[in-house]
Nanobody, 121 residues
Framework: QVRLVESGGGLVQPGGSLRLSCAAS????????MGWYRQAPGKQRELVAA???????NYADSAKGRFTMSRDNAKNTVYLQMNSLKPEDTAVYYC???????????????WGQGTQVTVSS
């Protein structure tokens, strides 16, 4: 079993930046992809970005050009750099271990507890 711990959330003004981190409690198996999801109040959880073991990332349309996902396999950590934040980015952000298949990300059973991001003036 693996535990994922997100950090880096907080309150930021529109146009600001945050960097989220997700640290795994043990080595993530070779081949596993990682994803960042978010869930705003009253809305379904949605995929924001995903990254393969080799570091190839894909993004939701809402995140393209503003968010960058990266991973450091030696540190068992993935990151989400979020720039030009908007009020509609306000949500709880979760990381998850999963797999990718034909360009699609499929989350597994191991999720973090989430970190709150609030974009407001």
């Amino acid at each position: 079993q693996v535990r994922l711990v997100e950090s880096g959330g907080g309150l930021v003004q529109p146009g600001g930046s945050l960097r989220l981190s997700c640290a795994a409690s043990r080595i993530i198996s070779t081949g596993n992809a990682m994803g960042w999801y978010r869930q705003a109040p009253g809305k379904q959880r949605e995929l924001v970005a995903a990254i393969t073991w080799g570091g190839s990332a894909n993004y939701a349309d809402s995140a393209k050009g503003r968010f960058t996902m990266s991973r450091d396999n030696a540190k068992n950590t993935v990151y989400l750099q979020m720039n030009s934040l908007k009020p509609e980015d306000t949500a709880v952000y979760y990381c998850v271990i999963g797999i990718t298949d034909r360009g699609m990300f499929y989350p597994g059973d191991y999720w973090g507890q989430g970190t709150q991001v609030t974009v407001s003036s």
